[in-house]
């Protein structure tokens, strides 16, 4: 049974920076993907940012590259998400998601997804 557990949300001013993790157990991902997605009320689930967890290659999306940076701890099996010069428009619920694929951007090749955690953006 895999479970990626989100932490480090929160509420912070704009121009803040957040780190969010997740933890992963129940099987390592040395093979395969790991990525950040977040909703905001009333709109659909967004891609962020991938890393190949063998290589640490990465992928971000135009809006948040610059601002966000993903890496990975290989020896603790955790995904981290750092968020500087953080906007009002970020709010949203930040998900992290596992792939079975090498490497994903789609929410539908993810197969394993986290709780959640709520990160606010004050103006």
């Known amino acids: 049974q895999v479970q990626l557990v989100e932490s480090g949300g929160g509420l912070v001013q704009a121009g803040g920076s957040l780190r969010l993790s997740c933890a992963a157990s129940?099987?390592?991902?040395?093979?395969?993907?790991m990525g950040w997605f977040r909703q905001a009320p009333g709109k659909e689930r967004e891609f962020l940012a991938a890393?190949?967890?063998?290589?640490?290659?990465?992928y971000y999306i135009d809006s948040v590259k610059g601002r966000f940076t993903i890496s990975r701890d290989y020896a603790k099996n955790t995904v981290y998400l750092q968020m500087d010069s953080l906007k009002p428009e970020d709010t949203a619920v930040y998900y992290c998601?596992?792939?079975?694929?090498?490497?994903?951007?789609?929410?539908?090749?993810?197969?394993?997804w986290g709780q959640g955690t709520q990160v606010t953006v004050s103006s």
């Open positions: 998601a596992g792939s079975d694929y090498t490497f994903a951007i789609l929410p539908s090749e993810y197969n394993y």
């Open positions: 129940g099987r390592t991902f040395s093979s395969y993907a």
């Open positions: 890393i190949r967890w063998s290589d640490a290659y990465t």
